[in-house]
């Protein structure tokens, strides 16, 4: 029987192996920053992208109070932002869709930024388009109460908005009876400042179209789940600024990680919807990921 001879391997010298296991690991490490490199360009890409591009997000709700089909357009947050020169992309999106009416959640500007005539020049523009309400977010109400500008609401008023400072407002829109309630102040202060008892002297029994404006939408949450309106609308907290696959949204500054109210369309105790628009800027450096720039188009009873 042949028998096989047997091969001594001999272990390559430890400064081979130590050799062997550095260049390993330094294509490792050139493998990761190559990584990060591709994902921050990405990034950087997609950033850009959402810096100048939104997109239109449609609802449709029901009532009774509405007898003839009634468009409503919905924007917030813009913070200075420009979808093309002097905002022109923004305005003839808007004039396609051609809303009955136009309503501001606040937060068009950015504090302490004095500079905001592109926002005046965009409100002239979409007055032109439809009536304009709106209210004040915690950006303008820091810029008045902070010293910086304490003629932004009237300089808002003079370029067409209809400002209402908690207050309710009926106004006719065809054959519609609607009726506004707009109310302001941080969330803390609802009881404080007049806010509260707007919403407490609406009449149980009413026969309008009532969509309520608050800035933060939290405020819907805490303290209105009851209260008697068809429609609420919020803004503030741009869509959570990160949206995770199978999270969800990430973050806002009222409910913190995680946020139920970030942004969408909610259903509050008394039954009426509350949609919270993702807003269409940023005021701070943290890019908007899988979370688009939002313009939000209401349709009530539009078939």
Not at 113 to 141: F, I, Q
């Amino acid at each position: 029987m042949a028998q096989h001879a047997r091969i001594k391997r001999t272990p390559p010298p430890d400064g081979a192996r130590r050799r062997w296991w550095q260049n390993r690991l330094l294509q490792l490490l050139a493998a990761f920053v190559l990584l990060c490199g591709v994902a921050a360009a990405g990034l950087k890409l997609y950033t850009d992208y959402t810096n100048s591009h939104f997109q239109v997000t449609f609802y449709r709700v029901t009532s009774s109070h509405v007898s003839e089909k009634l468009r409503v357009l919905f924007l917030s947050d813009l913070h200075l932002r420009e979808y093309g020169e002097h905002n022109e992309e923004l305005i003839q999106t808007v004039q396609e869709l051609d809303p009955d009416l136009i309503l501001l959640g606040g937060d068009l500007v950015t504090f302490p930024n004095p500079e905001y005539e592109n926002m005046l020049s965009l409100c002239r523009s979409l007055a032109d388009v439809a009536p304009l309400y709106g209210v004040l977010g915690n950006h303008e109400s820091e810029m008045i109460y902070g010293g910086v500008d304490d003629q932004l609401a009237e300089k808002f008023s003079e370029a067409g908005v209809q400002l209402l400072r908690n207050e309710t407002r009926t106004i006719q829109i065809g054959e519609n009876n609607v009726e506004l309630i707009g109310l302001e102040g941080a969330l803390k202060d609802f009881y404080k400042y007049g806010a509260s008892d707007c919403v407490e002297s609406l009449s149980r029994q009413y026969d309008t179209f009532r969509i309520c404006i608050n800035h933060v939408p939290m405020a819907f949450v805490d303290y209105m789940q009851d209260a008697p309106f068809d429609l609420a609308l919020a803004g503030h907290t741009h869509g959570g600024l990160i949206r995770l696959p199978v999270l969800g949204r990430l973050y806002t500054a009222e409910e913190g990680l995680f946020p139920a109210y970030a942004g969408g369309m909610y259903q509050l105790d008394s039954g009426a919807p509350l949609i919270v628009g993702c807003g269409l800027g940023d005021s701070n450096q943290i890019p908007r990921v899988y979370n688009p720039p939002e313009l939000v188009l209401v349709d009530v009873n539009w078939y």
